[in-house]
């Protein structure tokens, strides 16, 4: 009877999907054709609005490039004709994922002489959201004619049990679109290569989406540890030649959606099977990452109260609800603000426990020292102090996604790090990084796990194609795609519908006709994507559903467990008590498995003592109590030591590890603090001459190096007839022109031309055979990457390569030796970096004194530059302890009086 109800049930159905052809046009539709030209002529005009704006911005988006490429190729014949004789042969690797505008532009560019080679298969289209059209490819095909076809039906990937598996299913779901497919390999598994695990409420019956999912999970998770426990051999070894035991590295669990991911992601962690999430849940949407961001916020921002609660409940600072309580009862908002040295603070001190009040105290002191330098430092910096003076980085490693934790704060450092160098501000990039959030972008996660670890991989279909994994796991099968419900739809068989009513509530018929046609070919490219998904696998293939059913059938309407139920009759297997399905006519089986996954959650509950007093407890008095005994029971977790500093690269300018070699405190102050150099004591009688205030030596060096930048060589002679318009290019393109006397600098600039024009450094320029200016570079010193700019490399007449730095110092002839060895260790870093720019060895470093017009050498030689080499490492990782120490001691020398912040040491 049940088996009789099921086949009505879907005769119905299938009755009713041609009830729509026999109903005729009505009111609805005159409304709809009405609302539809008031639509496109908003639509037109709302986007003449986006191209104006484009236009007036320089910018194209991508639909731009196809279009103008089009219509310059269609619109000008001697265009066309010249871009198609150039090519021979064009190829279109996976054309069934393209459209009509990417085929017509490509039709132009073959015709008539050029050859097309179109690669793809109808099969594995599954980018129809992204305007991809298997129609397309399909009508090619056939207007090229069947004998200029080469089909490619062979697998090299999946044994003949697969491949015959494959074909036996889908052959029914696709129909006439259907091509089967034959296997290469010859090699055979002992057992079932295709299992059918349906997770089954047991006591527990499932009776909605949300247990059918963690049931999938949870069985997922244990079907994965019984193989690799059991030494399940599954896996063919090519060079063995046999099957080998699986291991977790063989294994692919492939989703077609990666909403429920957290529930696989769960079950994997309760079950300690290691794994990595590509493309999971989203990489804006992890704790780390909020914690991180409403620190930011409350740096810029100290006023952010949601944000200042949400960073000291964080692990960074770990207060906890009873504490914020406290906080909230003792004083009004800003919290912060009121919190710095008032009498509400005071009283906290008291009120709060004495670890608690010294986490407050100390997240106030370090936010605030953090908010009065965020201009001066950069985001990334920011986060590097966070990280290194609260310890976060240590306290995630101990958490079950430590290394997933870690890589993910590296992540959003890099991606600070990037925005420091597009000049974005701290108050910026957190309104970016929100707008990413609340847009749910699609940002992946850091990558903790490479190709070869032995961790199981979580990604979706997509993601899969073109790749190929020894087991793939297909799970989440009960979910069905949810249906367009646009009043609005575009279609290539009806084109622009709109779903009005009539006076009797009925729709229109051309909306209803666009939208089955839409519903027809949704379900089409769901049947695609399960064929791209099991043809993923090798060796062994699971298929995880719910058995979730009413009369005979799986519940969540049109999913692709019901699609494979129709060709399988898996309800009616598990109904019968059978525990397998031939197919290619008995040769193979699919092993049927009905999965209580009851032990584990026993297994997860034992990990968790909380939800054991919970269930426990008759009232509040008996969880306090327990909760008492517990901690007093329980043993103080080992300590964890600090990240060390090797464990990542740390970016350093060339010039900051020069000047902390010099004096750890300039180094602070320069290059931390961004502080400007002291101005000189006289000063104010030239601010009043000219009215504007003099420039720092700092600017200064710049504006000269930019003036030796866009100075032309080859006309030294007539250099200082040029010097004004240098002085004002270059300070214009630095900036600067409103801030300082250009005719006062220009006149000094002179004096600086005509001393350069009489060295022999000039004359050496003069006789270069090539020149490369402002280069710049990264190189690797320990934990560190090393950036910086070389001025000037040079080329002889010999052959001979010299690198060449310019200084602005204020120092006589006499003092240039002294005064150079200042920079002995900027100059070896430049000569490594010239080296491997160059790929051969260097003759020299000098660096040219712009003032005195005079060089200073460094010879060149291996032993120097291995020696370098240790010491730029061990100075790196003396910078890098004085910065997580905060502890920049001066250091007292004779070059003490060339520093610009020599008065702060007084």
Request: proline content about 4%; charged content about 25%.
């Amino acid at each position: 009877i049940k088996a009789a109800k099921a086949t009505v049930i879907d005769l119905v159905e299938r009755m009713n999907e041609y009830e729509i052809y026999t109903r005729t046009l009505n009111d609805a539709d005159r409304k709809a054709a009405d609302a539809l030209a008031t639509v496109s002529r908003l639509a037109r005009e709302g986007y003449d609005i986006y191209r104006s704006s484009k236009r007036s911005r320089g910018i194209l988006d991508f639909t731009d490039l196809l279009d103008y490429a089009s219509q310059l190729i269609q619109s000008n014949p001697p265009v066309r004709k010249a871009l198609a004789k150039s090519i021979r042969q064009l190829l279109v690797d996976e054309c069934q994922d393209t459209d009509s505008l990417q085929m017509k532009l490509i039709s132009s560019l073959t015709e008539p002489n050029g050859k097309i080679f179109l690669v793809g298969d109808s099969k594995q289209s599954i980018y129809r959201f992204r305007g991809a059209q298997v129609e397309v490819f399909q009508q090619w095909c056939q207007s090229l004619g069947e004998t200029q076809h080469e089909r490619l039906d062979i697998s090299f990937r999946t044994h003949e049990a697969g491949t015959a598996f494959i074909n036996h299913l889908f052959a029914p779901l696709m129909g006439n679109d259907y091509s089967p497919i034959s296997a290469n390999r010859t090699d055979t598994p002992e057992k079932s290569s295709v299992e059918i695990i349906l997770a089954d409420g047991g006591d527990i019956p499932i009776d909605n989406a949300t247990d059918a999912s963690r049931a999938q999970a949870m069985v997922t998770a244990e079907r994965i540890a019984q193989m690799v426990r059991d030494k399940e051999k599954i896996v063919f070894d090519e060079s063995a030649g046999s099957f080998r035991p699986v291991r977790y590295g063989d294994i692919a669990i492939l989703m077609s959606r990666m909403t429920k991911s957290a529930d696989y992601e769960r079950a994997l962690l309760d079950a300690e099977i290691p794994f990595y999430t590509l493309a999971g849940a989203g990489f804006f949407k992890q704790q780390e990452i909020y914690d991180i961001l409403n620190a930011l916020r409350v740096i810029d921002n100290p006023m952010d109260d949601i944000a200042f609660f949400g960073v000291l409940r964080s692990n960074m600072f770990g207060l906890d609800d009873n504490s914020l309580m406290q906080i909230a009862l003792s004083c009004d908002g800003p919290y912060f603000a009121n919190l710095t040295g008032s009498v509400s603070a005071d009283k906290l001190r008291d009120l709060l426990p004495a670890d608690q009040s010294k986490a407050l105290f100390e997240s106030i002191e370090l936010l605030g020292y953090l908010h009065k330098r965020k201009n001066a430092i950069g985001t990334a910096a920011i986060i590097d102090r966070l990280m290194e003076s609260t310890g976060f980085e240590s306290s995630q490693l101990s958490r079950r996604r430590g290394r997933q934790i870690l890589g993910n704060i590296r992540q959003i450092t890099t991606l600070a790090r990037q925005a420091d160098e597009n000049a974005v501000s701290l108050a910026n990039f957190i309104t970016a990084i929100g707008e990413m959030t609340l847009s749910e972008m699609r940002y992946e996660q850091a990558p903790i796990a490479g190709a070869n670890e032995d961790v199981v991989r979580i990604m979706t279909i997509h993601k899969a194609k073109g790749l190929e994994f020894p087991v793939v796991i297909l799970p989440d099968l009960n979910a069905s795609k949810r249906s367009n419900h646009n009043p609005i739809i575009q279609s290539r068989l009806w084109g622009l519908v709109y779903g009005s009513k009539d006076e009797d509530d009925l729709p229109a018929l051309s909306y209803d006709l666009a939208r089955a046609k839409e519903k027809a070919d949704l379900r089409k490219e769901e049947i695609r994507l399960l064929y791209v998904a099991m043809t993923r696998h090798c060796d062994q293939l699971i298929l995880v559903g719910a058995n979730w059913q009413k009369d005979g059938r799986f519940r969540r309407g049109q999913n692709p467990l019901q699609s494979i139920n129709e060709v399988l009759d898996i309800s009616g297997t598990v109904s019968a008590g059978q525990d397998k399905i031939d197919y290619a006519d008995g040769k193979y089986s699919i092993a049927i498995k009905l999965m209580n996954p009851t032990g584990n959650k026993r297994a997860t509950s034992a990990r968790l003592p909380g939800q054991l007093i919970l269930n426990a407890a008759k009232g509040p008095g008996d969880i306090a109590a327990s909760l008492n005994l517990a901690g007093a029971k329980a043993k103080s977790p080992e300590l964890l030591g600090a990240i060390p500093i090797t464990a990542a690269k740390t970016a350093l300018a060339v010039t900051a590890l020069s000047d902390f070699e010099r004096c750890p405190m300039l180094y602070h102050l320069r290059h931390e603090l961004a502080m400007a150099p002291l101005p000189a004591v006289d000063a104010t009688s030239h601010t009043a001459a000219t009215g504007k205030s003099e420039i720092d030596a700092m600017s200064l060096g710049s504006l000269l190096h930019k003036c030796m930048e866009l100075l032309d060589f080859s006309d030294l002679q007539n250099v200082s007839l040029n010097s004004k318009a240098l002085i004002t290019q270059a300070a214009a393109e630095l900036d600067l022109t409103e801030t300082c006397n250009l005719d006062a600098l220009e006149t000094e600039l002179r004096r600086i031309l005509n001393v350069f024009t009489k060295s022999n450094l000039a004359a050496e320029l003069a006789q270069a055979t090539e020149i490369i200016r402002e280069l710049d570079f990264i190189v690797n010193a320990g934990p560190a990457q090393l950036r910086g700019q070389i001025d000037l490399l040079m080329k002889d007449s010999q052959g001979r390569w010299h690198v060449v730095d310019y200084k602005s110092d204020r120092v006589s002839e006499a003092n240039i030796p002294t005064h150079g060895r200042r920079y002995e260790l900027q100059m070896l870093i430049y000569a490594q970096a010239a080296e491997k720019f160059l790929n051969q060895p260097l003759t020299d470093v000098q660096l040219f004194f712009l003032r005195a017009g005079s060089s200073w050498q460094i010879e060149i030689e291996n032993p120097s530059t291995a020696q370098a080499q240790e010491r730029i490492t061990t100075l790196t990782n003396k910078l890098l302890i004085a910065r997580r120490s905060k502890q920049y001691p001066t250091c007292k020398s004779d070059t003490c009086k060339y520093c610009p912040y020599q008065r702060l040491c007084q």
